[in-house]
């Protein structure tokens, strides 16, 4: 049986689904995550295969950096995706996902860069 996961933004604008096995979360603390995110960003991932778009209507892509970009949605702000050039994958914030994940927190990148109003596992 195949894994499917659903989710979207908040106001719908946005809907994806993704099939197969999710990877651990990842939560990152670099700057861009931290400003278009609020606090951290964490984020699952899949192929680019492995990853469509149900509902579109309000996605924009902001190309944050040359090696990436970033989705969002325009009507209600929502962060859903970070896209790295190349490397044929999505990433998507797990907050994002429809119901339970059965997801955990992995690793954390970035620390160095973290808010000084939060404390990182040790």
Request: charged letters at 20%; glycine letters at 12%.
């Amino acid at each position: 049986m195949t894994d499917v996961h659903t989710g979207g933004c908040l106001c719908g604008g946005v809907r994806y689904r993704l099939t197969g096995p999710l990877r651990p979360v990842i939560a990152c603390h670099c700057i861009q995550c931290r400003k278009t995110s609020g606090h951290h960003a964490a984020m699952t991932s899949v192929p680019n295969e492995r990853f469509s778009l149900e509902a579109d209507e309000t996605l924009v892509w902001y190309r944050s950096s040359d090696s990436a970009r970033r989705g969002f949605c325009k009507r209600c702000g929502g962060n859903l995706f970070w896209e790295p050039v190349g490397e044929g994958r999505v990433s998507i914030t797990a907050g994002t996902l429809d119901g339970a994940t059965g997801l955990a927190i992995e690793r954390h990148i970035f620390t160095d860069f973290a808010g000084d109003y939060y404390d990182l596992p040790a």
